[in-house]
């Protein structure tokens, strides 16, 4: 494990729980110290961790999209023997894995692009996990993916970059989801009747049609906050949504939701609003995202 932050340590523990040896490296040592007490081998390098490996070696990265993974990959490409696989688990553009898709390969080394959702307590206890690259290599692997996914959570999703692409759609649509709650419990915030939005919340995950984990998270958000006033309705953007956004138009495809759930986003770091605060608590709730107090 490559990585050992508010995904990458929850997954390290969810290996072990299910039986693997798990070897990892942060560039924290207070991370690698707290996944020490759990179980976990940790080396102070990368080199050190590929050297530490058994002869088989798979590498699951879970560090930040971008500059970081970029910086990552192209270390393993120069310490990595042929045969090994690198795993992408983070929230990687499609296009960027495709590219080390094909660099990797003429390596001779495997890598998979996996979307891996659920948040942190998915990583934990479950996952559900979209997987593309070579059929063969996903095959060593899907031992793997089926021990920490949720029954029936996981999926080979076919050739590389084909994992982050459906796990882009995936957050496509979570913006657009996320955001219909925030502005319906506006609504209800600005009403003229003493709601408990805690309850409406709870009332509305028993029978609904709009049952779900996300309305399960509104009403934890409430329950700790019961009017979100300890933060600020900020809610910035992964790049997953724009990266939605702009793959639609390339393809012709109208996706006016999630356009205006994206827009929504850039616009809370203007102004504060209630539907600003009930999105910046769901994503704290299911991914630990950091929030700005009030």
Not at 10 to 28: T, Y
Request: net charge negative.
């Amino acid at each position: 494990m490559v990585g050992l932050g508010k995904m990458g340590f929850p997954l390290a523990q969810n290996l072990k729980r299910n039986g693997f040896e798990v070897f990892a490296f942060d560039v924290s040592e207070e991370n690698r110290h707290l996944a020490e007490g759990h179980g976990v081998k940790t080396c102070a390098s990368l080199a050190g961790l590929v050297e530490t490996l058994p002869e088989k070696k798979v590498l699951w990265l879970m560090v930040p999209a971008g500059a970081v993974t970029e910086s990552v990959v192209l270390e393993l490409k120069m310490l990595l023997p042929a045969g090994a696989i690198v795993i992408d688990g983070g929230n990687s553009n499609f296009k960027d894995s495709q590219r080390r898709y094909r660099e990797l390969k003429v390596k001779g080394i495997g890598f998979l692009d996996c979307g891996t959702s659920g948040g942190t307590s998915g990583a934990f206890g479950g996952a559900c996990t979209m997987v593309g690259g070579d059929a063969e290599v996903f095959q060593q692997c899907e031992h793997v993916f089926k021990a920490i996914s949720v029954e029936n959570g996981y999926l080979y999703t076919g050739a590389g970059g084909s994992g982050h692409f459906v796990k882009m759609v995936h957050n496509g649509i979570e913006y657009g989801m996320m955001q219909a709650i925030a502005e319906g419990f506006e609504v209800l915030e600005k009403s003229p009747f003493d709601l408990d939005l805690e309850e409406v919340a709870r009332v509305w995950n028993h029978g609904s049609v709009i049952r779900s984990w996300l309305i399960e998270l509104t009403q934890s958000a409430f329950s700790k906050d019961a009017d979100l006033s300890g933060l600020r309705g900020e809610v910035r953007s992964s790049g997953e949504g724009k990266w939605a956004l702009e793959t639609a138009l390339d393809l012709g495809v109208p996706t006016p939701v999630i356009a205006l759930s994206l827009i929504m986003r850039y616009r809370s770091m203007q102004d504060d609003t209630f539907a600003g605060k009930v999105l910046a608590a769901l994503r704290n709730e299911f991914g630990g995202h950091e929030v700005t107090k009030a």
